[in-house]
């Protein structure tokens, strides 16, 4: 027996989920031609869908959690159609659910990168500019260990000299806040 550490990865789970090609400065149609070669050939485990008058597939597709399966989804179907997915048919979005990574919560978060990935690059954000965003805005580490905060005291240090670490400390404690309880779901 070997010494090395084994990791546990999530079990793999079928998944199921609609996407819908609505772009935000168009209205294709379901019937339009470009829809032609998914809809012979889509994607293992997505059968084409009419979804108010937009194209959709209705997918059962394996994954680890629910944004797994659609994110390998959505790269697939942009990498052998050329069609960027950003909807996953949620109308409500302003609706919660705290129910887990594979449920309507999951959905709607799934929904919102989407949009945002899509509508982003409209204005000028790639992919790095939109996970840089939301490193920051956590306060989550960047690759270098820094958090988003620990980056921009960098940047004024370099610009204005050392910072007072007591008005810093008191920068992190009003930016952090206090921790509230979750709110039950009605």
């Keep these: 027996m070997s010494g090395a550490p084994t990791v546990e990865s999530?079990?793999?789970?079928?998944?199921?989920?609609?996407l819908v090609h609505s772009p935000v400065d168009d209205f294709p149609g379901f019937?339009?031609?470009?829809?032609?070669g998914v809809?012979?050939?889509?994607?293992?485990?997505?059968v084409p869908e009419d979804v108010g008058g937009y194209f959709g597939l209705r997918c059962e597709r394996p994954g680890g959690r629910l944004l797994d399966a659609v994110a390998e989804t959505c790269g697939e179907i942009r990498g052998r159609y050329g069609l960027l997915m950003?909807?996953?048919g949620i109308e409500k979005l302003?609706?919660?659910?705290?129910?887990?990574?594979?449920?309507?919560?999951a959905e709607i978060v799934g929904q919102l990168l989407l949009m945002a990935a899509e509508r982003g690059a409209k204005v000028g954000y790639d992919t790095d500019d939109l996970v840089r965003f939301l490193r920051a805005a956590t306060g989550e580490a960047g690759s270098d260990g820094r958090s988003g905060l620990d980056e921009l005291i960098?940047?004024?240090?370099?610009?204005?000299g050392p910072a007072d670490p007591q008005a810093v400390a008191a920068k992190r404690a009003r930016l952090a806040g206090p921790v509230l309880p979750e709110r039950p779901h009605p």
């Design 10 to 18: 999530e079990p793999t789970v079928l998944q199921r989920f609609t």
């Design 31 to 36: 019937g339009d031609a470009r829809y032609d």
């Design 39 to 46: 809809k012979a050939d889509p994607p293992q485990g997505c």
């Design 86 to 88: 950003a909807d996953l």
């Design 94 to 105: 302003w609706e919660w659910s705290a129910d887990g990574a594979d449920g309507w919560g």
């Design 154 to 160: 960098a940047d004024c240090e370099a610009v204005n």
